[in-house]
């Protein structure tokens, strides 16, 4: 009798063992695709980051472009010459950046 009762606690242990291993294996395997999609988005939001980053500098530059126009002619001077513009009494070159050559 005490034999058999030895075999049974043996047998429930390693069965309460496996069933344990098998409970483990389920929550790890759940929990892995959260994991790598937590990842992705987290990946996801420092990009967005840095995008928001860009965009308030750029943001800033225009501002501070918006305000040298309102007080500053020198700086609009220099913005209109570099658009195209000219006083009446001056001629503008445009050099192109590389040399064109005509093959025939």
Do not use: C
């Not at 063992?17 to 929550?27: D, K, Q, S």
């Not at 007080?71 to 658009?83: P, Y």
């Amino acid at each position: 009798m005490q034999q058999t009762e030895k075999y049974w606690n043996l047998i429930n242990r390693v069965v309460l063992g496996i069933l344990l291993g098998v409970v483990v294996v389920g929550i790890a395997l759940a929990f892995i695709p959260k994991v790598h999609q937590f990842k992705t988005y987290q990946e996801r939001s420092q990009s967005l980051q840095r995008e928001i980053d860009q965009t308030i500098i750029a943001e800033q530059t225009l501002k501070e472009h918006q305000r040298r126009f309102a007080t500053d002619s020198d700086f609009v001077e220099r913005i209109a010459h570099e658009v195209g513009y000219a006083h009446p009494d001056e001629t503008i070159f445009h050099f192109p950046s590389t040399l064109e050559t005509n093959e025939n």
